[in-house]
């Protein structure tokens, strides 16, 4: 090909030694580009500028190029408004990311669709419509290094990309998508985004390495698969994200992985299952991220998040966690002590299945959960439970539920077995919801200030459990379901009570705000589908209403 006046060559092959001898260097990292992919026995083609046979579009110059080629895109002509297919082993150079310019001008196609293997990019602002990919990967080894990404659904790589790298590029709400793919580094890049950043799932042996990655939505970093290393990450939470999650880094089935050295700011870790491998020196909000398998007999008086599995015999004592996830995560974690820590701006404070241990004179603060609990035979006693926007205690437990303070909360306690007695609950919409068919005692709480007091019952006459039981289990059920609440004051309650289906529910001697010398009616209905079909009216009926309120040992009314 014709090229440049000779004035105008030199200054391009000395661009070239300085790739070839120095390596690109990014304004904010040193994007290492090496020999091997820069120097070619293949041809140069020339996309802008002034030079006699030059082409005018990157596109044409990929259909004149072959494989092993470089076509090298002066900025003198951005930007460069098209959008490209690159089915051949080529090496796509800027001449500088920030003034080299690719728009996407098609709202149904990709602003670079990559179909060869071996294809490098570099020093490119590339930018995508709405709804379109800045790349989508089809091939594998793609090297996509010291660019600029802007907009869109982000890089794509859908079941194609192995051993690809991407380093020291930019993202500006564009996030990055891998979908069954392996081998894949991520290093080095600077992610700003409203919503997630980087999503991995059903791979394996991915790297993603010191990145600065800001964003928010459900996860900023999202990763299902295993085998990987998540290294020297730095992420922060977006405080302009739609999504209160909090969830920085969201290990989702993700085994035998390299967890290590990452630090988090207003978002957390979040481990589902047990996931193995190495989890270590990890910190959130500048403290540790504290990890436990299989240990006994330990004290954690220092952390930002904590997350245990299997484990016994341990406290956890004078926290202070906020802006992550899950506060304290607890997986099969039996006779352990949870006293003294405060936690907030939480999507769930507490969050697990635990046996035998007690919780104790704790402090949960605007968050939507304060305890998502399952297990059996826990102690959950003297703590404090303030805006919680969904449930303060969320309980398919057997637990013991008692002497807490539960305000502003939408709904204080929804219990489905277990004990539920002496606790103050106030402006809160729902003060108790009793739900499920297993035995249930509610007594001796002080409900106030509340738009209904209790609600008991909400499953379905012939849901899933009761359409499988037995005729000799239904004919036990008054006794092995019986819901009993009792001596409780309900004061100042838009509604004092309401239910549905709890036909075995026994409503014994509660105080309904102002005396009453006659039974108590308390309306309700009965539905054969909690979700869908027609409604009976129905009652339910306290027999000996209180005339005065109780007094309750711990609290003054």
Known sequence: MVQRFFIKKGVVLG?????????????????????????????????????????????????????GDTVFVYDDSSPYSENIIIDKSVSLIGENRNTTLLWGNNQTEDTILLQAENVMITQITVRAENLTHVIHVEEDNARLIGNIFINGLGIGFFNFGENSIIENNLFFNCPLMILG??????????????????????????????????????????????????????????????????????????????????????????????????????????????????????????????HAVDCCDITIRNLTISNVTQGITLYNVRNSLIKDNTISECSECI????????FENNTFDSCEMGMMCRGKQNDIRKNRFINC??????????????????????????????????????????GIRCSGWSAIRVTSNSIRFCGTGIVAGDSGLMSRQTSELSTDMIISMPRLFRREISYNNIINTSVDASFMNAIFTHWIGNYWGEPYEKPKIIHGYLKYDPYWGPRIEWINIDWRPASEPYTIPWMRE
């Open 351 to 358: 969050y697990g299945t635990f046996f035998y241990c007690a």
């Open 15 to 67: 661009i070239i030694f300085l790739f070839v001898g120095t390596c690109v260097v990014p304004s904010i990292a040193h994007a290492t580009v090496g020999f091997f992919q820069l120097s070619s026995q293949g041809n140069w083609l020339y996309v802008g500028g002034s030079g006699p046979g030059n082409f005018s579009k990157i596109q044409d110059a990929i259909n004149n190029a072959s494989d």
């Open 181 to 306: 793919a392996a081998n894949i580094i991520i290093r080095g890049n600077m992610m700003e985004n409203l919503d997630g950043c980087i999503g991995i799932l059903f791979a394996t042996s991915c790297t993603v390495e010191n990145n600065i990655i800001t964003g928010g939505g459900l996860s900023i970093v999202e990763l299902f698969g295993e085998s990987f290393k998540i290294i020297h990450n730095t992420i922060r939470w977006n405080d302009s994200s739609y999504v209160p999650s909090h969830a920085g880094l969201n290990l989702v089935n993700c085994y035998n992985s390299i967890v290590q050295d990452n630090q988090l700011t207003n978002c957390g870790i979040l481990l589902k299952n047990r996931p193995g491998g190495e989890i270590t020196n990890n910190y959130v909000n500048g403290k540790p991220f504290v990890y436990l398998h299989n240990t006994k007999n330990t004290v954690i008086d220092d952390a930002g998040q904590v």
């Open 389 to 430: 926007s969904i449930f303060g205690i969320f309980t398919s437990a057997t637990e013991e539920i008692q002497n807490n303070t539960f305000t502003l909360c939408f709904t204080g306690v929804c219990l489905a077995r277990g004990l539920c007695a002496s606790n103050r609950i106030e402006n809160c919409s729902i």
